[in-house]
């Protein structure tokens, strides 16, 4: 099935979206791999679930990608309510137990929440073509290799993003759908 073609779920017609995360304050909490496994374990869940398929990704000391669509809305939120509020649980779990310390970091002073580890209002933009779909893979794809992180020299060297995926077919999370299957 084509991606830009319209798609029936229990939400409305669906395209794909380019989505952003951004941890709180612009805090590197996504350095250490215990909370990128959160993540990936998080957007497991969702994908076995049939809540969303996942085209591509990168998980960021600071920040997540991803290209995915949302196909159904999960109980009565969005799946990506859904992600957010699940990572926030297991980051201020594992906090909690190895690093309390920091935990004091991300106390919250609004009302409606005693922490606060992702910023307010991801960003989230519809993809309406596969060119435009491409263009943001090579740009997830890209960012680790980037003069201000130098994670790695090649794209599909960094172990936590899709474009291993991309070069070899293998997804070592079982969380990605080809854009073009």
Not at 48 to 64: A, D, F, R, S, T
Request: glycine fraction near 2%; hydrophobic fraction near 35%.
């Amino acid at each position: 099935m084509n991606i830009f073609h319209k798609r029936q779920g229990q939400m409305d017609y669906h395209y794909p979206y380019f989505y952003t995360d951004t941890v709180y304050n612009f805090d590197h909490l996504l350095k250490e791999d215990e909370f990128k496994l959160i993540i990936i374990n998080s957007l497991q869940y969702l994908v076995n679930q049939k809540l969303v398929e996942i085209y591509g990704y990168v998980l960021m000391p600071n920040h997540i990608h991803l290209l995915w669509s949302m196909l159904r809305i999960n109980g009565k939120e969005s799946p990506a309510a859904s992600f957010t509020k699940f990572t926030a649980h297991q980051f201020k779990r594992y906090l909690t137990k190895f690093k309390p310390d920091l935990l004091n970091k991300y106390r919250s002073e609004k009302d409606d929440r005693e922490y606060q580890f992702w910023k307010r209002d991801p960003l989230a933009i519809p993809l309406s073509t596969e060119k435009i779909l491409i263009q943001k893979l090579d740009y997830v794809h890209e960012n680790p290799i980037e003069d201000k992180w130098k994670l790695c020299k090649r794209p599909e060297d960094y172990a936590w993003s899709s474009a291993d995926f991309y070069q070899t077919g293998v997804d070592k999370f079982n969380i990605l759908t080809h854009f073009r299957d």
